[in-house]
């Protein structure tokens, strides 16, 4: 308990099912949970302008929910994945992906990043494109093609 009172609040945006948005993304039905802690927006923040990956988990629990996972290179010597924001949500169209950019966005401004990886051909790339600029490279791969 101690640890969370000293990152502050992790929750960046909450939409639960059964509440109407003014969002037009959002349907009554969807559950949206975004959260980033402080060290991960810090992380973010100092190395996410040389590379952001978007990684995702589908059909991982009985609920149907999925997990979104914006990660970049913590250290540039190691190269080692760094998770900085997570997104569960019950589903991960274009729109609910714009939604996910935006809040990040909104907390820690505009990503410039050089490289960009999704595991989407182009739900994600085509949500960050419009949300964040278009990176230098851009790199989607389908999983199992």
């Not at 010597?77 to 939604?99: A, D, K, W, Y």
């Not at 966005?105 to 410039?112: A, E, L, T």
């Not at 490289?115 to 989407?120: N, Y």
């Amino acid at each position: 308990a101690m640890e969370m009172q000293e990152t502050g609040n992790i929750v960046i945006f909450y939409k639960p099912q059964g509440m109407a948005s003014k969002n037009p993304n959002l349907k009554v039905d969807d559950l949206v949970l975004i959260l980033m802690n402080d060290p991960q927006k810090k992380i973010l923040k100092d190395y996410a302008n040389n590379f952001i990956c978007r990684d995702a988990t589908h059909g991982m629990n009985s609920y149907g929910f999925e997990i979104t996972t914006l990660l970049t290179l913590d250290n540039l010597h190691l190269h080692e994945g760094f998770p900085c924001v997570f997104m569960f949500s019950n589903r991960t169209n274009q729109g609910m992906l714009e939604i996910f950019l935006s809040n990040i966005k909104h907390v820690i401004h505009n990503i410039s990043t050089k490289v960009f990886m999704s595991d989407m051909a182009t739900e994600f790339a085509n949500a960050w494109i419009k949300i964040m600029g278009e990176p230098a490279i851009m790199s989607c791969f389908v999983p199992g093609m």
